[in-house]
């Protein structure tokens, strides 16, 4: 079991991680089903009937907002902050040359800090040395969002850079309202454009995670296949408060269906990893579905890791339900990794012919890695078929790899 402190940093990593592959993976599906990439093909229109061309000829594929005056280089009376355009050029200087990520986060701070609207294309000149995917990057135009609003958004439809999804993740946790009006007026390929559902949903949660679940609704209302992903990504962020169980109390309050399902098959992890009991209690009082299955296959996973005799005491006195098939995949698949035998002779009693074949088939796995030589034998008598059996050992091949 992970100690708190240890499950709150691993969350701050992932919801970096998972903003940045969310943004690129729908980035790239809009690439594929429209046309439109970062390389220089056309670029979705009505990103902005307010202020934007439906086309643009910019090799990075982004239309322009060419009805937006481009402001020029901030004078020293034009800075609230008081800092000259030297001082900014030399906040770069320093932040190129900071020795070590101690300096180069304080050096970054005070980036943060002077941040205006009327300075901040300047100030982004300093930071465009680092890569789009960094921290620092996100963080400096989250902030310049949460200034500026839309402007901020609109310069990255001129930028080459992978900078509006951040920019109006900041507008939507400063003015969700506004960010939200601004979202909803654009086409879908726009919406798809640069990962901006992405930063709409992360700045929402930052605002209210409620209106990141509407936010989530909507879009699968709208047929939008990512839906599921988008509300795992509000659960995550809901669970970086670090108290499971409040997220498992949240996660009950979302309407039931199949987002539901996905928030509390997420939650139950983290609070399955923190305490399995409590986390099976929560479990057994959910609406049947496949959210309560998941949460309680979590749950007996991490309490067969933690006290496999008391996890099988409990698992035995189970009757035949859908719920005691997703208990016994859990410890099944769980224990199999020190003890295959058993973890078979678990999986085995699955009544639902396609959990126990799947539950076989990772047994198997576990099986393959301990002892290949009786592996090959059980597999032989599995009552898997052919195929189930081919990928049992390709699998375990590659693990083994």
């Known amino acids: 079991m992970k100690k708190s402190y240890l499950v709150h940093l691993v969350?701050?990593?992932?919801?970096?991680?998972?903003?940045?592959?969310?943004?690129?993976?729908s980035e790239s599906s809009s690439s594929s089903e429209n046309t439109v990439n970062r390389e220089g093909k056309d670029s979705p229109s009505g990103l902005s009937s307010r202020s934007l061309d439906n086309r643009s000829d910019d090799p990075s594929g982004k239309p322009r907002a060419r009805s937006k005056t481009t402001r020029g280089a901030?004078?020293?009376n034009d800075s609230p902050t008081g800092l000259s355009e030297t001082d900014v050029y030399q906040l770069g200087l320093d932040l190129k040359s900071a020795k070590?990520?101690?300096?180069?986060?304080?050096?970054?701070?005070?980036?943060?800090?002077?941040?205006?609207?009327?300075?901040?294309?300047?100030?982004?000149?300093?930071?465009?040395?680092?890569?789009?995917?960094?921290?620092?990057?996100?963080?400096?135009?989250?902030?310049?969002?949460?200034?500026?609003?839309?402007?901020?958004?609109?310069?990255?439809?001129?930028?080459?850079?992978?900078?509006?999804?951040?920019?109006?993740?900041?507008?939507?946790?400063?003015?969700?309202?506004?960010?939200?009006?601004?979202?909803?007026?654009?086409?879908?390929?726009?919406?798809?454009?640069?990962?901006?559902?992405w930063g709409a949903v992360y700045g929402l949660v930052d605002a209210d995670p409620n209106l990141a679940v509407r936010?989530?609704?909507?879009?699968?209302?709208?047929?939008?296949?990512?839906?599921?992903?988008?509300?795992?990504?509000?659960?995550?962020?809901?669970?970086?408060?670090?108290?499971?169980?409040?997220?498992?109390?949240?996660?009950?309050?979302?309407?039931?269906?199949?987002?539901?399902?996905?928030?509390?098959?997420?939650?139950?992890?983290?609070?399955?990893?923190?305490?399995?009991?409590?986390?099976?209690?929560?479990?057994?009082?959910?609406?049947?579905?496949?959210g309560k299955n998941r949460a309680v296959r979590e749950s007996f996973s991490e309490w067969a890791q933690e006290n496999p005799e008391a996890a099988g005491k409990r698992l035995s006195t189970m009757t035949d339900s859908p719920e005691r098939d997703s208990a016994a995949y859990g410890y099944a698949t769980r224990v199999a990794w020190e003890n295959p035998e058993a973890g078979i002779e678990w999986a085995n009693t699955i009544s639902d012919e396609g959990t126990r074949s799947n539950a076989l088939m990772e047994t198997g796995r576990a099986y393959f890695r301990k002892d290949p030589e009786a592996a090959k034998q059980w597999l032989s008598n599995s009552g898997l078929n052919e195929e189930q059996q081919k990928r049992v050992t390709e699998r375990s091949r590659g693990r083994r790899g």
């Open 74 to 76: 901030v004078s020293e």
């Open 215 to 290: 936010f989530a609704m909507d879009q699968k209302e709208a047929g939008d296949k990512e839906a599921g992903r988008l509300m795992d990504l509000v659960t995550r962020q809901v669970l970086r408060s670090g108290d499971p169980a409040e997220a498992a109390s949240w996660a009950t309050t979302i309407p039931a269906g199949e987002l539901q399902d996905a928030a509390i098959s997420r939650v139950a992890r983290e609070y399955a990893d923190e305490d399995p009991v409590a986390s099976l209690d929560w479990a057994n009082t959910l609406p049947d579905g496949k």
């Open 11 to 25: 969350w701050a990593f992932v919801a970096i991680a998972t903003f940045a592959i969310g943004s690129k993976s």
């Open 100 to 197: 070590g990520p101690l300096e180069r986060r304080e050096v970054f701070s005070q980036i943060l800090k002077n941040l205006t609207a009327e300075n901040a294309k300047l100030m982004r000149e300093q930071i465009l040395h680092l890569d789009n995917d960094s921290s620092e990057f996100r963080e400096f135009h989250y902030a310049w969002g949460a200034i500026a609003g839309e402007e901020a958004v609109l310069n990255g439809a001129e930028t080459r850079e992978r900078d509006m999804a951040s920019t109006l993740a900041g507008w939507a946790a400063k003015s969700p309202e506004d960010a939200l009006a601004y979202f909803n007026s654009l086409d879908k390929d726009a919406q798809n454009y640069g990962g901006l559902k």
